[in-house]
């Protein structure tokens, strides 16, 4: 059973950076596209950036030009390196594959704080 482990998150000023790592157990990394995907409370959970397996990125409107995805497929690991981050970035966030990939068991998320 594929294991889903994100770390980085914290408790950051406005106008500050925080780059979250996320671990994936089992096989098969490099085949899937993955996703960070967040989630505010009261708000449903929403992708907010995507790299397939050839390292092609998407990034929702709200995060574009501010934050950045990347993978390693030698450490079975995608990075959502975050700047320039506002208060509304607050969430829990998770990643899972994405696009074409079928979606895991979620882990349990690291929570990003942005204070203003």
């Known amino acids: 059973q594929v294991q889903l482990v994100e770390s980085g998150g914290g408790l950051v000023q406005a106008g500050e950076s925080l780059r979250l790592s996320c671990t994936a157990s089992g096989s098969g990394f490099s085949n899937n596209a993955w996703g960070w995907y967040r989630q505010a409370p009261g708000n449903q959970r929403e992708l907010v950036a995507a790299i397939g397996s050839r390292g092609t990125t998407n990034y929702a409107d709200s995060v574009k030009g501010r934050f950045t995805i990347s993978r390693d497929n030698a450490k079975n690991t995608v990075y959502l390196q975050m700047n320039s981050l506002k208060p509304e970035d607050t969430a829990v966030y998770y990643c899972?594959?994405?696009?074409?990939?079928?979606?895991?068991?979620w882990g349990q998320g690291t929570q990003v704080t942005v204070s203003s």
């Open positions: 899972n594959a994405a696009l074409y990939s079928v979606p895991r068991t």
